[in-house]
């Protein structure tokens, strides 16, 4: 291929240019209002809100909504806020993402520079894993973290996430690697370094970039979960998009919507920090989720 | 002494040639208990008089003549067919243009396209508050344009039975379309320059460049953005559940919130289970067939 221009080359009419910019903008419109109307009616009162115009500025700025959501807002049964499950989000994402990426990391070496007759065979299986209806494993993945005796846990969410991760890490390493070159390995195998020193010195130094996109999607969806924490941790365990939801949709007498906003914002804030902070790789990895790399 | 070093060196060289299958074997076998086993085990529990609990009296295929005769479910397939080929369809539409649009040069590219993108990074259950509340007549969109003045301006979809599928399919579209786009865009960007200068000296037209050249070039992630997008349909859970709670009625059930609610509120497992099933077979029709092209091309 010649070299590819990152611009295209067409050619436009001023009046073309016009319109394409009037519908480039009335979309970013159409994606930032429904969350920026939130973000401003999470710092109105609530009387604001139920009596006024949503898209108004708040006339008395109040940060309460905030406060009530974050520690006394009722969540089932308790009037915890959010921040128990906040930090039950965290336990649980963080161990998780680690585990799932070293495993993946592995995982990918050895497909890629340690070939073997029936790896892709191998590959093939990890990689259906990612694209699994989860609703086909609910009902065993229940029966083994009772015997297990982790049902309704943080650990027992850890484990589910990991092994439900592995498929995308793996992917993910197996991806990048490939494109690494393998005389490298070769020489060094020559000169004695053994599997997990070429691992060490070679592959793990030239790997960042795709340790962060592991990071970040795995965390994502983590994060985001919401299938596993609702039918694995209810209770004191559950996660933020859970406990997010009980608030939301199960509060009797009055909606405090401005308090659901805020809260809603809390459970969108990490991973919506990682997009701000490592958009970049955000993109790759959702990009690497299509399979090509 | 030369043979003990001659047998040391044969360990070494034995536990290197073993020891990538063994550092791959822990995935392996998590991968056929934990996916396999586990879809086997369901799939077998599909053909069992399963209840509250698991239970192992065979009844054939009872569970799915009964799966199919129940109005639920098949209002659940319904509405997969009407929100999997609405979202399928109009993610694409908006994320073909936008990346169209974002590849001429755009001032502003680096601003914009963060903004398209973002709402893929939010959890389902945070687009389904926001939706769910922008879309409420009482205090959202409709509200706002009465107080504008607009009178008779109704948008009740959310709480009128046969429209409120559609209200997932806004909310999906929001959630999903800028992701199409950056696909779009990846495969625009890697489009060769020289192509397309050759054909404008040639004289054609931009509209041509677009329907001869360009678009059948973006094959490959019209194919990425199908199956990704089906993929997440058939898939999609949270945002009914945090949207509409599958309401009005059950008028915006989907497979998945129907599996669940007979597993796990309606104690009928052997059901849940052949739902769960014909999920899977779903997915699978797509994706394996995909999958397989994919590994193949790389080999």
Known sequence: MAVASPETAIRTSRITRAFIYLFLLLFALFYLLPFGIMLINSVKPLSEI????????????????????????????EPTGLRPYFINSLMMAIPAVILSTVVGALNGYVLTKWRFRGDTIIFGLLLFSCFIPFQIVLIPMARILGILQI????PGLILVHFVYGIGFTTLYFRNYYAAFPTELVRAAQIDGAG????????????????????????????????????????GDAAPMTVALNNLVNSSTGVREYNVHFAGAIMAAAPTLLVYIVAGRYFVRGLMAGSVKG | MAATTDTGADFRTRLQTWLPKLVLSPSLAIMLVFVYGFIAFTIYLSFTDSRMLPSFGWVGWENYDRLFRIREWNVALTNLA?????????????????AIFLDQKIRGEGVLRPIFLYPMALSFIVTGTAWKWFLDPAIGLENTMHLWGWESFTFGWIKDREMAIYTVVIAAVWQSSGFVMAMFLAGLRGIDNEILKAAQIDGASNWNLYRRIILP??????????????????????????????????????????????????????????????????????????????????K
């Open chain 2, 82 to 98: 009407i929100f999997a080929s609405l979202y399928i369809v109009i993610s694409t539409a908006i994320g073909l243009s936008l």
């Open chain 1, 195 to 234: 599997f997990f020193q070429i691992f060490w010195r070679i592959m793990l130094p030239s790997s960042g970039p795709i340790i962060a996109v592991s990071f970040i999607w795995q965390f994502t969806n983590i994060w985001n979960d919401f299938l596993f924490g609702a039918s694995f941790a209810s």
């Open chain 2, 217 to 298: 070039q973006l094959r490959p992630a019209f194919l990425s953005a199908f199956v990704i997008l089906s993929h997440l349909a058939i898939k999609s859970y949270d945002l009914v559940i945090a949207l509409t709670g599958g309401g009005p009625g059950n008028a915006t059930a989907l497979p998945a919130t129907f599996m669940y609610s007979y597993t796990f509120t309606r104690n009928q497992m052997g059901i849940g289970a052949s739902s769960a099933v014909i999920m899977l077979m779903t997915i699978a029709a797509i994706m394996v067939p995909y999958l397989y092209a994919e590994l193949k091309e790389k």
């Open chain 1, 50 to 77: 139920t009596g006024g115009n949503m898209i108004a500025l708040p006339r008395d700025w109040t940060i309460q909504p905030w406060l009530s959501a974050w520690s006394t807002a009722q969540i089932g049964v």
């Open chain 1, 151 to 154: 049902a309704g846990t943080t």
